[in-house]
């Protein structure tokens, strides 16, 4: 097929593209308790091509760009029909020049080992057992991907990786009704242990929902997000951070300015990471082809930079980075046993924690916390949390613990102040 | 002007009658769902353009083979039927070492049809170009209602579904178009960054366009007036839901409450309120690819059955739920249409269509004058649904303060709405005579299978908890 797709962009005479070869085999096992429902497969390889074009109206050079789907079952005339749609389309696409990637060749192979962990996984989600809570239903995922990048400049990288995502839902029952607590896992370390480590936390936080509360209508106390709330929390300065944003007026950061404000609590210092260990979203390259490294964004409060792929980071003048997902932030200075010493909530789990990075709102309701009144710790349920980055920022503290979460690598936990809960 | 079917699926027709045949002789039943969609999605901003195929372009196909219970196999190459066959025989392999549920086999009865819709403007009629131009227009149009515009996204997007679907003795195919579109004002005092979002769709084709420039001054005018929001002190207060909003909440709390699959892993309430009271006597609510006319209005789902129209809730009772295939044969019940597959790559699930709560006979003036203090719910951002527990989450991007009776100038921005489901649902006590459904984005199953769905109702006064 790519040969194919060479000619076609050979005979139409296109001299800048880019090609990304996708193909992903995957296992998927759908349980019901521990009753497989349904098995699945699939093999499925996507081509997707950028056609450019470069030109020029009223004095100023443009760059246009179309980026189509190719699929493996399409005819020669489809393939020509289609790559010259594109073209056309890109004469009227009125974005500034931008180089591509740099021609290097590079090919980094994952032994063939991403299927035969299934059975181990398995076997590790259904280890772990609980008197008091069970496993509802579980949906398994492994994927087995295969990435090539190719673009007229000679670029040829590739690289293979294996995926794992669990869908895990946890039940418990007080003496009136059933309760679940839903848990996504993505993540490409299959290690046996580690998964049912996983498991064996969410049956035991599943109990807790059985014997919650409504939560408490309490105002000006302290609350403590843990992972779940502190990632998407902190997400706002690597967000904030994006070139793309920056350029598209949806951040207003500057380099060199204190972005945490005059803070007094914990400082943020924040690394964009391609290779944090056993992340569903480490890899060597980003989708352009250009080779990825660990960069520091922010030390102690201070922007160091922006990072983005090439196009952007070239608009804005800086440095590329690459197109990154993975985060890294420090640890703060308190263990969460210090954070939990006066009077707070605690909030672990949420029907749906969002950030608003363009405007620092956040918000979301409360599955699962607990209520520290100064004498016990009560679970809570119902209700929700909300506040502003602005309004928390230069107070929140940092735990000293680490947790890794999927993307994320960085503190347990963030104690927040000035954070309103509406009770029930 | 009428929809073609896809030439390709048309030139697939016999090999997949043939990969049927062939897997009926070792399976006791077998389906080929094979899907050749195609879009493109334009995007204008102040600082670039972009052209790309739309996230919902697909070309490939699923088999589902029965042989005690239903396995499945998806690719996207059709040119070795052995290895294809090869493949689906390797899927059994598992069965040492776990323990399967067994299903029946699916019954079905002889049906060969084949459908297509009809839309004003073809979008293939319509070149880049023009599209292209035509959001530029309405990019720059936003710039002279605003100061303090700092960028403006003008989307439209395009899809054309082909589908086909063979088995022992159905044939069915189906074509239909929708489109999409999205302006997004993103407005800045200096201090402050606001943004604002109106969104279109529907079972149409390039003249949604027309609907998009309509909207632009209210837009900018709307998001400026963003930048000078309030924010709320948390509590119960009564509140009007827009259309939109209205919509989220039938969507959250009822929609995904009744995805029959979730009866059949006892992950949902509602299964025990069947022909129970679960709001008050103004809430009906209905859901259906052929129930209303909008982006999911299909003829056939994802595993052959014909679309409905299911009464979910009449005058307040829960009298059904929506069901895939699989679901209602365990659940002894009729399958309602609604087995949906985010693409041919991922799993089929009952999955909601078009939701909707029915009309009234009040008035949106009669509403606002029966409240003291309250809000009126205009936008919202996202929602989460919770069917085990019935509690339920809504982002709303902006609401507009009711005092006396009035609409006051206070907007209150951003609110987030919590509750119980049936609480919610009873507090509703009017419900205006407007309709309208809205299909824009997607809607996801937990954090993963998206698919188009729409949503919507009339106008409803309730008491919620904001946040």
Not at chain 1, 28 to 35: D, G
Not at chain 1, 281 to 290: L, V, W
Not at chain 1, 311 to 327: A, K
Not at chain 2, 27 to 40: A, K, P
Request: charged share 30%; hydrophobic share 35%; glycine share 6%.
């Amino acid at each position: 097929m790519i040969n194919e797709i060479m000619r076609s962009l050979k005979e139409r005479g296109i001299k800048k593209w880019k090609l990304i070869e996708k193909r992903v085999k995957a296992e998927e096992l759908f349980f019901i308790k521990s009753t497989l429902d349904m098995n699945r497969a699939k093999d499925v390889t996507k081509y997707e091509l950028t056609v450019y074009e470069d030109f020029r109206d009223d004095s100023e050079d443009y760059m246009g760009s179309s980026t189509i789907l190719i699929h493996p079952t399409m005819t020669k005339n489809e393939i020509d029909e289609k790559i010259s749609s594109a073209i056309f389309a890109a004469k009227f696409v009125k974005n500034k020049p931008y180089p591509l990637a740099n021609g290097i060749k590079k090919r980094i192979e994952n032994p063939d080992k991403t299927f035969k962990a299934l059975d181990e996984i398995v076997n590790a989600v259904f280890m772990p057992t609980n008197d008091k809570s069970w496993i509802n239903s579980v949906e398994i995922f492994l994927n087995d991907e295969k990435m090539r990048i190719l673009n007229s400049n000679g670029l040829d990288v590739s690289f293979e990786k294996g995926k794992l995502e669990i869908e895990l839902i946890t039940n418990s029952k007080n003496d009136d009704e059933e309760v679940e607590l839903y848990w996504n896992l993505k993540t490409s370390d299959f290690s046996p242990s580690k998964i049912s480590s996983k498991v064996s936390q969410a049956l035991e936080i599943t109990v807790d929902r059985s014997r919650a509360k409504p939560t408490p209508k309490v105002k000006g106390i302290p609350v403590i997000f843990d992972e779940s709330g502190t990632k998407e929390i902190l997400s706002y300065y690597v967000e904030n951070a994006s070139a793309l944003k920056v350029y598209e007026h949806m951040s207003n950061a500057k380099i060199g300015e204190k972005i945490q404000g005059d803070f007094k609590g914990s400082g943020i210092t924040l690394f964009v990471d391609p290779f944090l260990e056993g992340s569903y979203f480490s890899k060597p390259f980003d989708e352009d082809g250009f080779e990825l490294k660990k960069v520091k964004l922010v030390d102690e409060g201070v922007l160091l930079s922006y990072w983005g792929n090439l196009r952007f980071s070239h608009y804005l003048n800086v440095e590329p980075t690459g197109s990154l997902t993975n985060f890294v932030v420090k640890s703060g200075k308190k263990k969460v046993k210090e954070f939990r010493k006066e009077k707070h909530i605690e909030l672990k789990t949420f029907s749906d924690f969002q950030m608003n990075t363009l405007t620092g709102d956040f918000a979301g309701e409360i599955r699962l916390g607990w209520y520290f009144d100064g004498e016990n710790r009560i679970p809570i349920t119902g209700g929700s949390v909300s506040g502003n980055i602005k309004d928390i920022q230069e107070n929140f503290e940092l735990s000293n613990e680490s947790v890794q979460e999927e993307e994320y690598f960085g503190p347990l936990a963030l104690k927040a102040y000035n954070v309103k809960i509406a009770g029930v | 002007m009428k929809v073609e079917f896809s030439a390709f699926l048309e030139e697939a027709r016999s090999k997949i009658r043939e990969l049927v045949r062939r897997l009926y002789q070792h399976y006791d039943y077998v389906s080929v769902l094979g899907t050749d969609s195609s879009g493109t999605l334009f995007l204008v901003n102040s600082e670039g353009v972009e052209v790309r195929d739309s996230m919902w372009t697909e070309r490939g196909f699923v088999v589902r083979v029965h042989d005690g219970n239903y396995r499945e196999f998806s690719f996207n190459r059709l040119d070795n039927i052995d290895e294809i066959e090869k493949e689906i025989s390797e899927l059994v392999e598992l069965r040492s070492t776990i323990e399967f549920s067994s299903y029946p086999v699916i019954e079905e009865e002889k049906l060969k049809k084949d459908f297509s819709s009809e839309v004003r403007i073809l979008p293939s009629s319509v070149s880049s170009q023009e599209k292209i131009e035509r959001l530029s227009k309405m990019k720059d149009m936003a710039f002279e209602v605003s100061e303090k515009l700092v960028n403006f996204n003008t989307i439209y997007e395009e899809v054309t579904v082909n589908k086909l679907f063979v088995s022992g003795k159905k044939e069915l195919s189906q074509s239909y178009v929708w489109t999409q579109g999205y302006l997004q004002p993103i407005v800045s005092d200096g201090k402050n960054v606001k943004s604002d979002i109106e969104s279109f769709s529907g079972l149409k084709g390039a003249e949604i366009l027309e609907e998009m420039e309509e909207k632009v001054v209210d837009v900018v005018k709307e998001a400026e007036s963003l930048l000078n929001a309030e924010r709320l002190e948390p509590g119960e207060y009564d509140v009007i839901c827009s259309p939109d909003v209205s919509g989220v909440i039938a969507h959250e709390a009822f929609g995904h409450g009744v995805e029959m699959d979730m009866f059949v892993k006892n992950r949902a309430k509602a299964s025990e309120y069947m022909n129970k009271r679960v709001g008050s006597d103004l809430v009906t609510m209905h859901d259906g690819a052929a129930a209303a006319k909008e982006v999911s209005s299909y003829f056939f789902d994802d595993e052959g059955t014909l679309a409905h129209d299911t009464l979910v809730i009449d005058k307040g009772i829960l009298k059904a739920g929506l069901s895939d295939l699989l679901s209602a044969m365990k659940l002894h019940t009729t399958p309602t249409g609604n087995g949906k597959r985010e693409s041919f790559e991922r799993k089929a699930y009952a999955r909601m269509t078009n939701t909707f709560f029915t009309p009234g006979e009040d008035t949106l003036e009669d509403m606002i004058k029966s409240i003291k203090h309250g809000y009126l719910l205009e936008k919202y951002g996202s929602g989460m649904e919770d069917p085990k527990n019935w509690g339920i989450q809504v982002m709303i991007t902006y609401a507009r303060e009711i005092k006396d009776g009035k609409l006051t100038d206070k907007v209150i921005s951003p609110i987030i709405i919590t509750g119980y489901v049936p609480e919610l649902l009873n507090s509703i006590s009017m419900v205006s005579k407007d309709f309208k459904l809205s299909g824009s984005g997607a809607c996801g199953k937990g954090y993963k299978e998206y698919v188009k769905v729409s949503a919507g109702g009339p106008y409803i006064k309730a008491k919620a908890r904001l946040g």
